[in-house]
């Protein structure tokens, strides 16, 4: 069974930083894409960033020079480095992961979510 856990969210401040991580078990982490979402409240969610099998990264224009995802997969773990935070970042952040190796269809894994807020 696929478990996906996020942590490191919090309170911070305007200009401040905080890291996000996601910690998958039960997959083939390192052949799977990874992405990071967030849902404010009433909005719908939105992608924020993504990561490949190959490493290839993606950000949503909203955080480009901002955010940035990584992912390292000795640790089964996939990063969302968040600095010069705003406070339109306040949202709760999902990590998503999606299993592109399997032959018939792509099966998605969310995980509970991370509060982050953001103080001006």
């Known amino acids: 069974q696929v478990h996906v856990v996020e942590s490191g969210g919090g309170l911070a401040q305007a200009g401040g930083s905080l890291r996000l991580s996601c910690v998958a078990s039960?997959?083939?982490?390192?052949?799977?894409?990874l992405g990071w979402y967030r849902q404010a409240p009433g909005k719908e969610r939105e992608l924020v960033a993504s990561i490949s099998t190959g490493g290839s990264t993606n950000c949503a224009d909203s955080v480009k020079g901002r955010f940035t995802i990584s992912r390292d997969n000795t640790k089964n773990t996939v990063y969302l480095q968040m600095n010069s935070l705003k406070s339109e970042d306040t949202a709760v952040y999902y990590c998503?992961?999606?299993?592109?190796?399997?032959?018939?269809?792509?099966?998605?894994?969310w995980g509970q979510g991370t509060q982050v807020t953001v103080s001006s």
């Open positions: 998503n992961l999606r299993e592109v190796f399997r032959v018939r269809g792509e099966p998605e894994y």
């Open positions: 039960g997959t083939i982490f390192s052949l799977s894409a």
